[in-house]
């Protein structure tokens, strides 16, 4: 398995206006999409290509603060994963810029994987 690059953070939001005025307004980061019909808005940091993405809980219950990374292939790491008994939240599933999945490393914490094959 090979981890590329650092994807996307992403933070849950409370309260979406609240936080998109803190991100924009107290912290000055510029808005890289805003999708808040489907509970998300992310920011850019700098010049780097990952975001802050915020997801509304209201849309997103479970949300818990995750780093997302991306790699080649989801399907063919998560399949390598699974033979060494990592344990995922689903299955890789379709985003619109390829495939993800989730998992919890053994403190918890959630991770996400993420490529670019459409």
Do not use: C
Not at 40 to 60: Q, R, S
Not at 103 to 108: A, E, F, N, Q, R
Request: aromatic share 12%.
């Amino acid at each position: 398995m090979k981890i590329k690059n650092i994807d996307n953070f992403f933070l849950p939001s409370q309260d979406m206006q609240k936080s998109k005025d803190f991100y924009a307004e107290v912290l000055g980061l510029s808005l890289k999409f805003d999708f808040s019909a489907k509970g998300m808005v992310a920011y850019n940091i700098g010049d780097e290509e990952p975001a802050i993405i915020l997801k509304d809980v209201t849309h997103f219950p479970d949300m818990k603060p995750t780093i997302w990374f991306e790699v080649e292939n989801v399907k063919n790491i998560y399949e390598e994963l699974m033979d060494k008994g990592v344990v995922f939240l689903s299955e890789p599933f379709k985003i619109k810029t390829g495939w993800a999945v989730e998992l919890t490393d053994p403190s918890g914490n959630r991770l996400g994987l993420t490529d670019y094959q459409q």
